[in-house]
Every structure is written in C-alpha cells, then in structure tokens.
C-alpha cells in the first residue's frame, strides 16, 4: 500500500499569510494527487486534482505542485472561510489513501 | 444540479448487518463509478471501496479493512447504489459517504495514465456499531 505522510497535522495563520501544506508519497504516484478541504460535520469539497490542476470555481489563491512523491498545497493569501481542514488523497494504485490530514486554524 | 443522498445510517449491534443506500440525479448515474469513503469520529478519511459502471464490467474493488464483510451495488435504472455491510465491527463507527468518481487522464514523461477524482459527495450517512 502506498503511505501518504502529510505536514504538518496542523498550523495557525492569520488572515493574509501564505501556507503550504506538504503530502509525500512512499513511492511514486506520478501526478495522480488531488487536495480535499473539509469543514466540521460536512464533507469534503475537491480543490485541486492531478496535482495541479485547479477544480473549476475554487479560488485562484489554492495552488497545487509536485510530482511522483512530493506534493505541496499552497494558499497565498489565507482567508477567513479557507480555516478547514485539508487532505490529500492518491489515486494512483488502490488501496487509495490519504493522508493525516493538516487543520488550519486562526492565529 | 448533481446530488448523492446517502440514507440508511443509524445504531447497530457489532456483528449485525446494516445497507447504505446512495441516490443520485442531476447526472448521467450509470456512466459513473461510486466511490464509498468514511470517517471515524474525529478521525481521518478511509477510502472504502467502489463500483464501476456497467461499461466497464461494474466490478468493485474494497479496502482490506473491509473485504469479505462489505459489498457495493448498483441499480442504475433508479440511479441507486448500494453499501452492504455485514458482520460490523465497533471500528466501523463512522461517517459514510457516497462520491461520484470523475476520470481523466494525463501524460507523465512517456507515459499515460488514467485517474480519478472525487467531484461530488454525499451529506454522509452515520453508522454507529455498538451494543
């Protein structure tokens, strides 16, 4: 099985700072990565797909990079709705797997 | 508008059986395969298993968490799927939810390859094992 290892499992920010958030993969996965954002009792909305690829309507500030085993979620300019939590998923060979998941609160 | 509902959640004795329902519209249900996930209280996300269209022979495929106790079906006149759980465990307490799984491809050095996303879920469904 692959092993999703993501960082940090949490972080505090203010409203306008830029955050990353990191998903490594135990062996390579090629771009098949997406990023998910969850809010308390709902569930997951997809951001970002084959890595990189922005879901049509999510917010420009959402950037996704990497490739094979290192994958970095990007938010330039935190706003006040983006206080979720976020995780990454492999879609590259089953069993799929996420990772820990990294909860952005509000400094 | 695309829409899953789950149903069917609810308080079961661990080793009873329980059967999750997913409905679809606003889509073509049958061109899809549906992807189950869950959520432990407090936990993390779990894939559980999913179900491919009739196109590509509807077969399923499941995490070994849950193999051999867990079945996924579908019933695309009526654009249902289904979630078989038997023989449930304490550790199976958990949200469950329905997605649409949207495939695409890309090319990586010499290479293509196919992949999926998870576009569309469900509210989620609680499933409480517990005597």
């Known amino acids: 099985d692959i092993q999703m290892t993501q960082s940090p499992s949490s972080l505090s920010a203010s409203v306008g700072e830029r955050v990353s958030i990191t998903c490594r993969a135990s062996?390579?996965?090629?771009?098949?990565l997406n990023w998910y954002q969850q809010k308390p009792g709902k569930a997951p909305k997809l951001l970002i797909y084959a890595a990189s690829t922005l879901r049509s309507g999510v917010p420009s500030r959402f950037t996704g990079s990497g490739f094979e085993t290192e994958f970095t979620l990007t938010i330039s300019s935190l706003q006040p709705e983006d206080f979720s939590t976020y995780y990454c998923?492999?879609?590259?060979?089953?069993?799929?797997?996420f990772g820990q998941g990294t909860k952005v609160e509000i400094k | 508008e695309v829409q899953l509902v789950e149903s069917g959640g609810g308080l079961v004795q661990p080793g009873r059986s329980l059967r999750l329902s997913c409905a679809g519209s606003?889509?073509?249900?049958?061109?899809?395969?549906l992807t189950w996930f869950r959520q432990a209280p407090g936990k993390g996300l779990e894939w559980v298993g999913f179900i491919r269209s009739k196109a590509y022979g509807g077969t399923t495929e499941y995490a070994a968490s849950v193999k051999g106790r867990f079945s996924i079906s579908r019933d695309d006149s009526n654009s249902l799927a289904y979630l078989q759980m038997n023989s449930l465990k304490t550790e199976d307490t958990a949200v469950y939810y329905c997605t649409r799984d949207y495939p695409y491809d890309y090319i990586w050095g010499t290479s293509r390859y196919i992949s999926q996303y998870f576009d569309y879920w469900g509210q989620g469904t609680l499933v409480t094992v517990s005597s």
């Open positions: 606003g889509f073509t249900f049958g061109e899809y395969a």
């Open positions: 998923l492999q879609t590259f060979s089953t069993p799929w797997t």
């Open positions: 062996q390579s996965i090629s771009r098949s």
